[in-house]
């Protein structure tokens, strides 16, 4: 630790300093060979230094990312400790360097903040396993190596090396998830704290400031927990009262101050041992460990912003500017945690369109693009940023170029916007004369202006349950009437549809304890969960009835299955207009009851349903994850299938044939109902009553306003029809719109 602190106080260049260091190690460990790969932004590791290996082959062998040993380790971020490295499976044998000769092998990555920047390899001519001392050694080397690499000051290494240049403009890509564009500056959700400071100057000083600071650790996590926030019960406790264990752990105390007394400084102790934690725990077949891991990753990051003094929360990090989060992903009640007039975008390293968080943004107007690969590495706090929602773009650290050109976009945009103002008050009705319902979806208090403004015809869903996420515990029935009274007010005397709350799947809330379950989506979530406890149901019901007091009252059920769900709901609503007609409440002066057609099951019984409900309304979202099998949260498959797809037109056809059949009123409601291409499909169908996000009202009814849908409907009706050809009819659509002169 000594000769490697000198070494890089030494006055030398960054290669030198390189093949000093290799030098060293393979003296210190007596290996016949130490090596440094380095990560190119080409997804290649390229030999920078070596002592022992073919002194030729620097900068000349390489290997890709999950090629041979080395590609391997870099794949993985892990160590790997060989006797024989020629036996194992990954091994490729690189003719330039002469390696042939060696047999043990101990490689390790170099890693910074989580992210690899290369592989640190030592290997001996003699089958030995290197011992434990010697891995930790190893790994603590390669964490000074992942100074020198981030530094940037390798030769031949395009400045951006892996990503790491975080002073140059860049352009990410990634896919658009709500539309709009926002300039700010970044904050970074949970963002990694960097520890660049790695070498102690005196240990009984770094010692204190560990212990200091795990002693505010605790004080901060027995706070959390006495905070009355956190309900007595339900996992939020539980997963703090791990954490409090975690964080007296002897054992995790004990390895961090060995570290300092090696000579690492308490910001590098707790990021060793963690990365040590971190392998350990991957490796144990237990899953509660695996699972406990984010647990720990947390605790030692919380340690870690103790101890360089940042505060926890999105909330400190917000300054007067414009700010644009960027997350790897992120819950719908998160990202509410960030809202605020200055909130102007989100950026996601995962999400999928129909996400609950990607809907919640959605609703509060901002731009969202989401699968931008690493992220959360390339930006920066406090960096320049443009999220353009419209073509899926990331700008980081913009030029003054790009900065003018968003510049004269979003005046482009705003004078589109004041276009779209201007049509609100316009009746929607197609150009060969057919009015539709162009309805908003809702869910909070500040939804409520747009109501007015936006011109919808009334609340097609209002998403009751998001006032449960937003909240620290269950909102009492006053806080729930409360709300519906207001809304109701809000929308002024046009219909408002309130869906009973849609718990479960990914909408999480943290005070209600549930079972671990293998598969949320298909779980204990929405009407079942409200049919178990009718203690919960009856409040909402009750809270809806009181409010709509002498007024219209619509109420729709989420995830229905079976026809008998709906029978039951009756039961309990009649018996509730009872009880508040006993007691002198006044009721609702009409009540309509209705179902969400989500589950594939109702497609089946679609005449019963019909017959057992006021209306409906299909839940696009849920209805094509179930019937596509396509989790609609999943990044890796959002664009595998299109809800264009014929297939799945035909099924909301059918559904529509049902209804007229029945004479009873349809709706539509999921995402599809906001892009002006695919509601246009839905006016094809058949569909006269679409809600969306407020911000969609605009550019579906100027799609509306120019659309003929008697020649539309001919035309796409026969079109699904089709046996043959492509599955999805988007480019008919787009064809028709464009003769057509259709905006979409
Ligand atoms: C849907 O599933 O399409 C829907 C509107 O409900 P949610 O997105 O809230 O599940
Ligand atoms: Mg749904």
């Known amino acids: 630790m000594r000769r490697l602190r000198e070494v890089?106080?030494?006055?030398?260049?960054?290669?030198?300093?390189?093949?000093?260091?290799?030098?060293h190690i393979a003296a210190n460990m007596v290996a016949e060979v130490c090596s440094v790969y380095v990560l190119r932004s080409d997804e290649v590791l390229e030999l920078f230094a070596t002592q022992g290996l073919n002194p030729t082959s620097v900068h000349e062998a390489s290997l890709r990312v999950g090629q041979g040993l080395v590609g391997t380790i870099a794949a993985t971020a892990r160590t790997l400790n060989l006797e024989d490295a020629q036996t194992h499976p990954a091994?490729?044998?690189?003719?330039?360097?002469?390696?042939?000769?060696?047999?043990?092998?101990?490689?390790?990555?170099?890693?910074?903040?989580?992210?690899?920047?290369?592989?640190?390899?030592?290997?001996?001519?003699?089958?030995?396993?290197?011992?434990?001392?010697?891995?930790?050694a190893l790994e603590t080397t390669a964490m000074v190596l992942a100074e020198l690499i981030a530094a940037g000051e390798l030769e031949g290494l395009d400045k951006q090396g892996a990503?790491?240049?975080?002073?140059?403009?860049?352009?990410?890509?990634?896919?658009?998830?709500?539309?709009?564009?926002?300039?700010?500056?970044?904050?970074?959700?949970?963002?990694?704290?960097?520890?660049?400071?790695?070498?102690?100057?005196?240990?009984?000083?770094?010692?204190?400031r560990l212990h200091d600071s795990l002693s505010n650790l605790r004080f901060s996590i027995d706070d959390m927990l006495r905070n009355q926030d956190v309900a007595r019960d339900g996992e939020h406790r539980e997963v703090l009262e791990s954490y409090r264990m975690f964080a007296h752990d002897r054992g995790w105390v004990r390895r961090m101050e060995e570290q300092v007394r090696n000579g690492l400084t308490a910001e590098a102790a707790v990021e060793k041992v963690q990365s040590d934690n971190r392998a350990r725990m991957m490796r144990s077949p237990d899953p509660y460990f695996r699972e406990r891991l984010n647990d720990f990753d947390d605790l030692a990051y919380r340690l870690l912003r103790e101890l360089v003094g940042k505060p926890h929360g999105p909330v400190a990090e917000r300054g007067k500017s414009d700010y644009v989060v960027v997350a790897r992903h992120m819950g719908a009640a998160e990202l509410l945690d960030y809202n605020g007039p200055q909130l102007r975008g989100l950026v996601l390293e995962e999400g999928a369109p129909t996400s609950h968080v990607v809907i919640v943004a959605r609703a509060l107007g901002i731009p969202v693009v989401g699968q931008v690969n690493d992220a959360l590495s390339y930006a920066d706090s406090g960096n320049r940023i443009i999220v353009d929602g419209e073509e899926g773009s990331v700008f980081l650290r913009p030029t003054d170029e790009v900065r003018d050109a968003y510049g004269e976009k979003m005046l482009f945009r705003a004078k589109r916007q004041e276009a779209y103002i201007r049509l609100k008050d316009q009746p929607a009705v197609s150009s060969d004369g057919q009015p539709v319902s162009l309805l908003m979806n809702a869910g909070l208090l500040m939804d409520l202006p747009n109501v007015k403004n936006s011109g919808a015809a009334g609340i097609g869903l209002f998403r009751t349950e998001l006032q449960f996420m937003v909240s620290s515990r269950f909102p009492r029935a006053g806080e729930?009437?409360?709300?519906?009274?207001?809304?109701?007010?809000?929308?002024?005397?046009?219909?408002?549809?309130?869906?009973?709350?849609d718990i479960g799947g990914d909408k999480v809330l943290p005070y209600l304890r549930g079972e671990h379950e293998e598969n949320p989506a298909l779980g204990w979530r929405a009407i079942r969960l409200s049919l178990d406890r009718p203690g919960l149901m009856r409040a909402q019901l009750r809270a809806l009835l009181k409010a709509a007091a002498g007024r219209h009252l619509r109420v729709m059920l989420p995830m229905i299955t079976e026809v008998r769900e709906v029978l039951l709901v009756r039961q309990i609503i009649d018996r509730e207009l009872e009880l508040l007609a006993r007691f002198g409440y006044q009721a609702p002066d009409r009540f309509e009851l209705g179902a969400m057609l989500e589950v594939p099951s109702l497609l089946f019984q679609l005449d019963d349903i019909m017959r057992a409900v006021d209306f409906v309304s299909v839940g696009s979202n849920d209805l094509f994850q179930f019937i596509f099998a396509s989790d609609r949260g999943n990044a890796r498959i959002a664009r595998r299938y299109d809800q264009l797809n014929r297939a799945f037109l035909r099924v909301l056809r059918q559904i529509q044939q049902a209804a007229e059949r029945h004479g009873k009123s349809l709706t539509l409601c999921g995402e599809m109902a906001g892009r002006p291409l695919t509601a246009l499909a839905l006016l094809g169908l058949g569909y006269r009553s679409i809600s969306m996000a407020g911000a969609s009202l605009g550019p579906v009814k100027a799609m509306l306003l120019e659309t003929d849908i008697g020649k539309l409907e001919t035309e796409l009706l026969a079109e699904i029809a089709k046996p043959y050809g492509g599955q999805t009819i988007r480019e008919f659509l787009l064809d028709f719109a464009d003769a057509n002169g259709i905006p979409y």
């Open 163 to 208: 990503g790491l240049d975080l002073s140059r403009p860049l352009n990410l890509r990634g896919a658009s998830l709500a539309d709009g564009i926002g300039m700010g500056q970044v904050i970074l959700h949970e963002p990694r704290v960097v520890v660049t400071n790695l070498f102690n100057e005196d240990a009984d000083y770094e010692t204190r």
């Open 8 to 23: 890089m106080a030494e006055n030398l260049d960054a290669q030198a300093r390189l093949d000093k260091i290799v030098r």
């Open 91 to 136: 091994f490729r044998y690189l003719p330039e360097t002469g390696e042939e000769i060696f047999h043990s092998f101990l490689g390790v990555p170099i890693l910074r903040s989580g992210r690899v920047l290369g592989v640190l390899v030592v290997q001996n001519e003699a089958e030995r396993a290197y011992r434990d001392d010697e891995v930790e």
């Open 480 to 501: 729930q009437e409360q709300l519906y009274r207001e809304v109701l007010d809000a929308a002024d005397g046009k219909p408002v549809t309130f869906r009973t709350i």
